[in-house]
């Protein structure tokens, strides 16, 4: 089995890379990187500039990701700046601005990219539809989880058992990754 490094901090970061690349092969370890996120206009753009630094700083092929909640009726908000808006406003701010809303359609947006020392990045994408709800969940979840209900789910991703969340969570991007692996036959990655 080969290794995949993923360099991240992130709990559930680690836990998608592992449910979606450990069937295909590829053994998921992690290890934590100090790398700052820059404030750009998309989830791309940020996960590149991670993946570049982190590349040419450890001197080794690397993986970063970065992921935004984009609301159909808020014209994409709050996008890029999902983190920065659950850290002031939460998930409590984002549901008084959606009051009276009706068209609560909303996605997340995945991006993972992969680098190589002094070379550019590579993108792998993937898309999780679904809705905001009225209210949140009752239950103790993380982030976004309590308010987004995915597409074809029977209730919060927050009250989804576990091994039943990837029926409902798209994993693409990571087995976008898979097969470029394997038909670039890197034998070691890392990922942020």
Not at 63 to 86: A, E, Q, R
Not at 107 to 114: D, G, Q, T
Not at 129 to 135: D, E, F, K, L, V
Request: glycine share 8%; with cysteine; proline share 5%.
């Amino acid at each position: 089995m080969k290794k995949i490094m993923y360099v991240t901090g992130n709990r559930l970061k680690i836990e998608s890379a592992k449910h979606a690349l450990e069937p295909l092969g590829f053994e998921v370890d992690d290890v934590k990187l100090e790398i700052p996120e820059i404030q750009a206009d998309d989830v791309a753009e940020v996960a590149m500039y991670s993946a570049k630094l982190a590349a040419d700083e450890l001197q080794t092929p690397v993986m970063t990701s970065d992921l935004g909640l984009f609301i159909k009726s808020l014209n994409g908000f709050p996008g890029v700046y999902t983190k920065y808006v659950y850290g002031t406003i939460g998930i409590d701010g984002l549901l008084r601005l959606m009051t009276g809303i009706e068209d609560r359609a909303a996605y997340f947006k995945e991006v993972i990219a992969y680098c190589e020392p002094g070379g550019e990045p590579i993108c792998f994408e993937a898309y999780t539809y679904g809705a905001i709800a009225q209210s949140k969940s009752p239950s103790q979840a993380e982030n976004w989880d309590y308010v987004f209900i995915p597409n074809g789910a029977p209730t919060f991703l927050s009250d989804i058992p576990k091994d039943e969340k990837w029926n409902f969570w798209s994993v693409d991007g990571y087995i976008q990754l898979a097969d470029y692996l394997k038909k670039k036959k890197v034998s070691y990655w890392y990922f942020f």
